[in-house]
């Protein structure tokens, strides 16, 4: 009888897998295997609140894959020293797995076929971290690659979809595997950087966050989404980039209203991302536009810690530095505000802001989180004078936060300052500091830059960036 194996990685589900779907046809043997990686747990793209996300979303699959008649073996080692191995133990004739698009899953794939191609052993790729199932038929009226948000995303709404992959029943294990033990958390992570409130991983809380959302938040989310107290975006996030959630099966799944279809446009910004890196590799360190590979940063411990502590003064910076800490995820809004502020107003130079960010987020994707930076810091795709992505935080903080619901749940020494001073609580008369206990530069910190002059010097130094002729 065949054996095929299924390379689990960034696609943790059992529903609409293609893989396994595929893999489970006609009586084969299926062997579904994670290989927990150094690279993955502790390389410079890691963090622990992705650690603990991946730990418990490999408890889920596995208790799915048992009710399916299999179970998930959980290897340890090099995925190229580990499969082959496995591959020979259980006579396997293939590996399939779901195809990804940054740098370093390309080149991982590329190194494990050559691997298996000198065993004879076939390796075969199927869609599912997309929506789309190709990103190679994805380009201008001219052939070109996408460089703009809005064509890309209506040649995008036109490509043709592949239907939704059925549940597999599966065989069990062969006997000569043992399907090995997860490791234990504390052996993953570095407990003082996991957020006490982050969400569950999974794909059993993944499709219950989906049903939610669509049930009680789609209809009303091109109004909500940039409510930064609201909270009404779905937090699907992490769930997307695990792959417990498939973005195909959830197109399959949107009501027919404008939220979603302003939801479903967002979703695009994430294919266009993965397309722009797959695209455009060396995009993950150099700017997309390279004339901006002359700007040079200053780099400043000081305002560097003031950010990540949420201690800059800035009430809406603050609130939002502070969420990505508690709940490894922050709010978009809250994202471009941060990111504007980093590199625009403090100076700083993206590559560390992103490794940051990269470091606590439940959803840190490289593609998403290099294409988002290099986006607000006017570097990369989808091109804006530079002006337009440099944000006032004042006025930031009164259009998404007008009530300062978002501010005083996250800065709790703001909870009494009066809605009229809270957006900049250092003009507030020294006699109302003392009254509501909230004294500047004592229980609060004082600004660090002045945003009028930071933004004039950052618009300078961006002008003198040479142009392309
Ligand atoms: C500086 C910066 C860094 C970011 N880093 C990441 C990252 O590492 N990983 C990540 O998934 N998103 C990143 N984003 C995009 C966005 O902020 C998050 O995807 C979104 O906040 C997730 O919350 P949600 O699931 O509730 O989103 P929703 O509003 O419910 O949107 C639905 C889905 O659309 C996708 N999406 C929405 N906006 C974007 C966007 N601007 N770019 C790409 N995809 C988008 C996400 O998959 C999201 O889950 C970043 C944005 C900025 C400005």
Known sequence: MKTVIVWYRNDLRVHDHPALSIAAQDGTVVVPVFVLSDDLLSGKRSGSNRNR??????????????????????LHGTPNVELPKLAQLTSAEAVYYTADYTPYSLKRDK?????????????????????????????????????????????????????VAELPKLSALPKSVDAGRLPELESITLRDDLSERALPGGETAGRK?????????IEDYRETNNDMAADRTSRLSPYLHFGCVSPREVETLLPENSGAAAW????????????????NPKTITE????????????????????????????????AAMRQIKLEGWMHNR?????????????????????????????????????????????????????????????????NYDPTGAYVRKYVPELQNVP???????????????????????????NPIVDHKLARLAALERYQAVPRVT
Not at 264 to 279: D, G, K, P
Not at 340 to 360: C, I, V
Not at 375 to 387: F, K, L, Q
Not at 426 to 445: D, F, R, S, V
């Open 53 to 74: 996300f991946l730990l418990e979303s490999l408890q889920d699959v596995r208790t799915s894959l048992q009710n399916l008649g299999s179970d998930l073996i959980i």
């Open 111 to 163: 190194n494990m076929k050559s691997t298996l191609d000198t065993l004879n052993i076939e390796f075969r790729s199927f869609p599912g971290r997309l929506a789309v199932s190709t990103l190679d038929k994805l380009h201008t009226k001219t052939g070109t690659i996408h460089k703009v948000f809005t064509p890309f995303y209506k040649n995008w709404l036109e490509i043709q979809r592949r239907a």
């Open 209 to 217: 966050r989906l049903a939610e959302f669509i049930e009680t938040d």
């Open 264 to 279: 479903h446009r967002q979703l695009a910004w994430r294919e266009f991302y993965h397309y722009i890196m797959y695209n």
């Open 287 to 318: 700017p997309f536009q390279e004339r901006y590979s002359v700007l040079s940063w200053d780099p400043n411990p000081a305002f560097e810690q003031a950010w990540q502590d949420g201690k800059t003064g800035f009430p809406i910076v603050d």
């Open 334 to 398: 809250g994202r471009l505000i941060t990111a504007s502020f980093y590199t625009k107003q403090l100076w700083l130079d993206w590559h560390n802001g992103e490794a940051y960010f990269m470091k606590m987020l439940l959803d840190g994707d490289t593609s998403n989180n290099v294409g988002n930076w290099q986006w607000i810091t006017s570097i990369g795709v989808d091109p804006a004078p530079v002006y337009r992505r440099l944000y006032n935080p004042t006025l930031q903080q009164q």
């Open 419 to 445: 809605d009229k001073y809270l957006a900049e609580p250092w003009t507030m008369p020294a006699e109302l500091q003392e009254e509501i206990g909230c004294k500047m530069g004592t229980n609060y910190p």
